[in-house]
């Protein structure tokens, strides 16, 4: 059965405390898996594509990896602003593109200053 | 450019009842999916829609069903309603075929609670 399973549940951290959240998968084939990020009561907001195993993307504090069992999102010198709830989500490789993603529980992120 | 919208944005519905969920894709997007997000939860794919056919269904019961109109908007109804189906029901539009680049668009969410 595939499945997305992410670590911790809750993190918290100090304002310039640099830290990583994780992301396990199994999956019959990995199209691609995302990163959203959701501020409460909102909708998730695109963060990353990664495509392959080795494949890394930046995006200011956010930098995401991928290998083939599993993803890490590592967040550098975090801000208040970054505090959100963090979701992984995978698409199989079946089918056409754009099929259902499957996501995890997330990881929800404080940062206090 | 505006992105997915939803109405409504707040719902209470009392056990039974029916309700019916709207949303417009983002402009360019030809496919509506619909996803169910308890609290707490990650979001749970309910249903796809693209050229106004259900392409693919998640693990629903019958009681979920929808509708994509030829301007590519689309509904939700839920039918015999139960407190479980309280939620966050999200919306998520994409152009097929380009989901790996830009991902998919997600709107606000309709909050519907069951009384």
């Known amino acids: 059965e595939d499945q997305v399973t992410q670590s911790p549940e809750a993190l918290r951290l100090q304002e310039g405390e640099s830290s990583s959240l994780n992301c396990s998968y199994t999956v019959s084939g990995l199209r691609g898996l995302f990163w959203y990020r959701q501020d409460p009561g909102k909708g998730p907001e695109f963060l990353f594509t990664?495509?392959?195993a080795g494949e890394e993307k930046e995006k200011e504090r956010l930098k995401a990896t991928l290998t083939k069992k599993e993803s890490f999102l590592h967040i550098t010198a975090p801000k208040p602003e970054d505090s959100a709830t963090y979701l992984c989500?995978?698409?199989?490789?079946?089918?056409?593109?754009?099929?259902?993603?499957?996501f995890g529980k997330g990881t929800t992120l404080s940062v206090s200053s | 450019d505006a992105g997915v919208t939803q109405s409504p944005t707040h719902l209470i519905k009392t056990r039974g009842q029916q309700v019916t969920l709207r949303c417009s894709p983002k402009?360019?997007?030809?496919?509506v999916s619909w996803y169910q997000q308890a609290l707490g939860q990650g979001p749970q794919f309910i249903f796809q829609?693209?050229?106004?056919?259900?392409?693919q269904r998640g693990n629903f019961p019958d009681r979920f069903s929808g509708h994509q109109f030829p301007n590519y908007s689309s509904e939700l109804n839920v039918n015999a309603l139960l407190l479980g189906d309280s939620a966050l029901y999200l919306c998520a539009s994409n152009y097929r075929g380009y989901t790996l680049n830009y991902g998919y668009t997600f709107g606000s969410g309709t909050r519907l609670t069951v009384v």
């Open positions: 402009s360019g997007h030809d496919t």
């Open positions: 990664l495509y392959s």
């Open positions: 829609y693209y050229e106004e056919e259900e392409r």
């Open positions: 989500a995978v698409q199989p490789n079946f089918g056409q593109a754009g099929t259902a993603l499957i």
